[in-house]
């Protein structure tokens, strides 16, 4: 359950799944059991990640009164007070598999010093700071007691018992959001801006295709230099089909568009980007290299019918201004449908499945995953494999997790612990959860009868056009004998 807390000591993070704390900040503590010595919660800028659970002082509610008088206790210390901050309904956390990329160059000038926008001053869980007539005393913090929102609650104080969370705290389960969405903890919101549409084809539900599709080449990468040549660096020329009009970008623009793409399409597999490489990054066969593995990066996100239509792909396609692109980077950084709120965008169709089927489709999925991905190992010398695989042992879990909660909710309304309402509304959603997954398996079975007809196809011609060099060298070599 979520409490408030407050910083000993600063902390800054090192890789993406940490979050920097300052010394006497306000947290937001989803779950002050920490998980070998880390603790996920909330800092004041609205960031969500970890942080060392020693560095922090846990505010525990000692009331049940509608003002709560909050104490600072330490991390793990026994409290008979329950919390009423929300959940980690919105956490923006990535689950997929990847490559995490140092960097290899500054931001240049369209970029800001930060890939986070701070909100203006401290902030509470929803974004207003919490206060208080009895604020000027600094040992004592009251904070206002609200009501738990879930999609399916009648009353608080009716008859039943929630399903229980996942202990691990930090399962793609839980950080992905999926968790909050299957249990109904996330509010509706009134107003949802974009929508994604799954409709049922010949081989079960997919994706409503893109009504715009189009395609992007990448092209003429280029050395330049900033700095008055401190500072070096590859820009490539990305043209998109439908204006054509290119725009330059570097490998660090690639990475903040894979990073946004991981943290909001939690239920999708996103290719890794090409690795990184410390020396020779200004070779010609690295160069070369790096710029195959992009346009086969770009040919994924282009043909997809949800990721080709995210507004922060359509920004790093389009934008050619500088001042334009730190706007679009900042909304797309501070974009609400992320998390458990994503999952609100699915239009799923009316047509009954029955959830034991597809766990079945799941299940045997997965097994294929497993035989393809040893098989596609053998071709990896021959041909590059993209790396879509990799995403899906987290994602199949996502649904796995769901399938546990269904069975939960209805062996506890079984039981009569909860309303058949309420397990109803759990089986509903995962509905949602289950459909997402199988248009993506479709999706996959589309792409992978494409790019493997393509790859083996450039693969044959190559050694058609080698082994014919070796016929016209033995017939040179059988003429040479000639004039002996």
Known sequence: MSMKGKALFTFQSENKEEISIQENEELVIFDNNSVDGWLQGENSKGEKGLFPASYVEVIRPRSNSNLTDCSISPVGSPGNGSSYFPSTANAPFHMQQGYYHDDDDDWDDWDDSSTVVDD????GTNGHSHQSPHSNNPNVHYCAKPYMERQDSISSSRKGS???????????????????????????????AESYTIAMG???????????PFSCSIEDPTKQTKFKGIKTYISYRVTPSHNARPVYRRYKHFDWLYNRLLHKFTIISVPHLPEKQATGRFGEDFIEKRKRRLILWMDHMTSHPVLSQ????????????????????????KDEMMGANFMLTFQIPNEHQDLQDVEERVDS?????????????QLT????????????????????????????????????????DETDGVRKRCRTVGFALQAEINHFHQRREVDFKEMMQAYLKQQIAFYQRVGQQLERTLHIYDNL
């Open 365 to 377: 999925f997965k097994a294929f995953a497993k035989k393809m991905d040893d098989s596609v190992m």
């Open 162 to 192: 929630m399903v229980g969370r996942n202990l691990n705290r930090f399962s793609s389960f839980v950080r992905s959001g999926v968790e909050a969405f299957v249990l109904g903890d996330v509010p509706m919101n009134a107003k949802i």
């Open 120 to 123: 203006d001053g401290p902030s």
């Open 381 to 420: 010398h021959v041909a590059s494999e993209l790396g879509l695989l990799a995403n899906f042992p987290d994602i199949i879990h996502l649904q796995k997790g769901a399938f546990a909660k269904v069975k939960e909710s209805q062996r506890m309304s079984d039981e009569g612990k909860m309303d058949q």
């Open 202 to 212: 010949p081989k079960g539900p997919q994706w409503k295709e893109s009504p715009t």
């Open 310 to 333: 995210y507004e922060g792909f359509e920004h790093f396609l389009m934008c050619a201004d500088d001042k334009q692109w730190k706007l679009g980077k900042r909304r797309a950084e």
